[in-house]
């Protein structure tokens, strides 16, 4: 068979470490110039492949594409949009072929989360419904860690650190002011249905740092009698307490504490305010000072102080859907498989598709305490390895020096007339 083209783009909320997956994909397909030919890049996305909107990273230097392991945030775009089934909307498959068959691609590295799997799972199927031959391969990334099947999800690890640090480095601060100031510190955090970044707040705590914290997840509901208790007991025996809440936590009736009353390009509800809807809470039961803070963007973006697993994990699932598309394998996913937690260590499994897209993992009730406001010794030992290890970028005056890529857009070879 004739040399293909491969197709690489970056989907959803982005992460510390995507472009380290996009490092992992990009240098096996090089290593591989006998089976794969160039490396096309959608800009925004899937969105780039429906607009003929192609980027060639053949125009990178080795040096810059290898400089991707260090640099946060999406470096080819991203987009949350999510392919309907064929049945609903043929066209956008008919585009994809299209656009595929002018480009001569024959793989496809979809890079990304929940909705993201599924949109591969549907190009997937391309060569089955629409004859085109397309090995279709899913590239985990999600903060969320929500995944199904894989241990962790590369870009968990480092907003997990980030957040025990932030939390850990916040509390000093909260207690050096307590005694005449500020006694309460809310901190809101990433986290529609699972808890998983909520919880690393609860690594803020070890033998030799006794921090007092309250965790709200999204898998407990809201109960504020006993919320506002387990704060009033904190502060009195401390001092100061310090809460991390999840944006998705919520009430019985379902309602979520911080619902804006909009909607996202995938139909799930906006979040945002949880952190001072908490505080003000306090304020009016308690009367306790105090301040909050909303992670958002920064909890993802922090590739100054990645954690080298998760860095590592990303650039090896990367890695291995090249390896996995070339030794004939169609819609799967590379995983994350933990062999051990002391040592942490881990290798390479593989998904299938068809039971990763639109499945959510939520963290198990055993890694949450009694009372529902902290983690367990069997969270924490979940937790250790992924946040371990650093891997800093190069610095340049002071400040991290990320890469910047030239993005060169492929000519087009279509008519320009398809529309979302």
Known sequence: MAKMNAFYAQSGGVTAVINASACGVIETCRKHKDKIGKVYAGRN???????????????ESAKAIAALRYAPAGAFGSCRYKLKSLEQNKREYERLIEVFKAHNIGYFFYNGGGDSADTCWKVSQLAEKMGYPIKAIHVPKTVDNDLP?????????????????????????VASMAKTSTKVFVLEVMGRHAGWIAAAGGMAVDNEHNIPIVILFPEVEFNQEKFLAAVKEKVEKFGYCTVVVSEGCHYPDGKFLAEAGTRDAFGHAQLGGAAPVVANMIKEALGYKYH?????????????????????QAYAVGKAAVEFALKGYNSVMPTIVRVSDKPYKWKIGMAQLKD?????????????????????PKCRAYLSGLIKGEDYPPYKDGLPNYVRLKNVAVPKKLKDDFQL
């Open 292 to 312: 909050w803070a909303v992670a958002d963007y920064l909890q993802r973006a922090a590739r100054h102080i990645a954690s080298k697993t998760d860095v590592d």
């Open 356 to 376: 990763v897209a639109n499945k959510e993992k939520m963290m198990p009730r055993s890694f949450i305490t009694a009372d529902g406001f902290g983690i367990t």
């Open 149 to 173: 099947i894989t241990d962790c999800c590369p870009g968990f690890g480092s907003v997990a650190k980030y957040i025990a640090i932030a939390t850990r480095e916040a509390s000093f601060d």
């Open 45 to 59: 996305g899937i969105i780039g492949a429906l607009t003929e909107d192609l980027i060639d990273t053949s125009k």
